[in-house]
């Protein structure tokens, strides 16, 4: 075996700084989810039993950024459900708006079903 290929052996690979940049742009998304709903709770458009959405968005958000499996399932399960409220919004109310934001929750869900991103998580 050549001095290469034992020192090759002997580091651990390589940890890239962020493995996967979708990921980092969903947990920002949840992020502002989170400030956009405790914002309204303030403002009192929202109930103020929503602040659970918003911890729980936040959560997501950092596990995420973490790679953590139980983060995945958490931002997955909320852009399936917001994918389904904002289509259904459009689909009652004509709101062009939420045709917008609910194509982009299917995008995110889309990437966040790919077998690439489930490998990565812990």
Known sequence: MTDEARKDEAQPPRRELLPLPGLAAIALYLLALAGVIALGVAGRH?????????????????GLLLLLRWAWAMALGAVFLLTGY????????????????????????????RTEVRKRLR
Not at 49 to 57: C, D, E, H, K, R
Not at 96 to 113: E, R, S, T
């Open 46 to 62: 929202y109930p103020t039993l929503f602040l659970v959405f918003s911890a729980a968005f936040m959560a997501a958000s950092a």
């Open 86 to 113: 904002n289509l259904w919004i459009f689909a009652s109310q004509r709101q062009g708006p939420a045709l917008v934001q609910g194509l982009l929750n299917l995008v995110f869900f889309l990437y966040l079903v």
